[in-house]
T-cell receptor, first 115, second 112 residues
Framework: QKEVEQDPGPLSVPEGAIVSLNCTYSNSAFQYFMWYRQYSRKGPELLMYTYSSGNKEDGRFTAQVDKSSKYISLFIRDSQPSDSATYLCAMPEGGFLSGYSTLTFGKGTMLLVSP | ETGVTQTPRHLVMGMTNKKSLKCEQHLGHNAMYWYKQSAKKPLELMFVYSLEERVENNSVPSRFSPECPNSSHLFLHLHTLQPEDSALYLC???????????FGAGSRLTVL
């Protein structure tokens, strides 16, 4: 079983739709969860960063973590064409006081929002 | 300059060439990373440097040779690469464990 599973898409939606992006993971030791957005020909940029279970909202974006199910979600409300990108989930495996973070990534989901 | 800067953005090289990728971070971070991104695969961690010391090397072939002369600069030296090494090479930096990484825009490498 792969450590982080993510549907690669593409996911095509019309402008204004609510988008749900998801990842499942197998390592119960993960405590922090990240979503990165990557535009074509660019590096990934951090979108959301959450700790443990629950919801976190930032504008049109909501990150949700369910540690009991090992399932995380990113919701995008009122999606815009500018949201068209690949969305990567990631979880860090840093050793305590190691000073660095080893991220395990999903493959990424490509999102296409049409006008 | 802010964030993480990578040069060159695009590189085409033959299998017998020697080239280097450069990364510079302006964030005061203590750790720097090289990742490889290939189509339809998750990002693959190649190397980690923490406080200028290499702390991880994920079974990367010796034709890839990293160098970290100081906490702000990271290089990836390339020699006798194979066509399957064609990919986007991403540099990143971070401050502490379990914290997000800040990525550069990447260097797109094509090996002929």
């Amino acid at each position: 079983q792969k450590e982080v599973e993510q549907d690669p898409g593409p996911l095509s939606v019309p402008e204004g739709a609510i988008v749900s992006l998801n990842c499942t993971y197998s390592n119960s030791a993960f405590q922090y969860f990240m979503w990165y957005r990557q535009y074509s020909r660019k590096g990934p940029e951090l979108l959301m960063y959450t700790y443990s279970s629950g919801n976190k909202e930032d504008g049109r974006f909501t990150a949700q973590v369910d540690k009991s199910s090992k399932y995380i979600s990113l919701f995008i409300r009122d999606s815009q064409p500018s949201d068209s990108a690949t969305y990567l989930c990631a979880m860090p495996e840093g050793g305590f006081l190691s000073g660095y973070s080893t991220l395990t990534f999903g493959k990424g989901t490509m999102l296409l929002v049409s006008p | 300059e802010t964030g993480v800067t990578q040069t060159p953005r695009h590189l085409v090289m033959g299998m017998t060439n020697k080239k280097s990728l450069k990364c510079e971070q302006h964030l005061g971070h203590n750790a720097m990373y090289w990742y490889k991104q290939s189509a339809k695969k998750p990002l693959e961690l190649m190397f980690v440097y923490s406080l200028e010391e290499r702390v991880e090397n994920n079974s990367v072939p010796s034709r890839f040779s990293p160098e970290c002369p100081n906490s702000s600069h990271l290089f990836l030296h390339l020699h006798t690469l194979q066509p399957e090494d064609s990919a986007l090479y991403l540099c990143a930096s971070s401050q502490e464990e379990e914290r997000p990484l800040t990525f550069g825009a990447g260097s797109r490498l094509t090996v002929l």
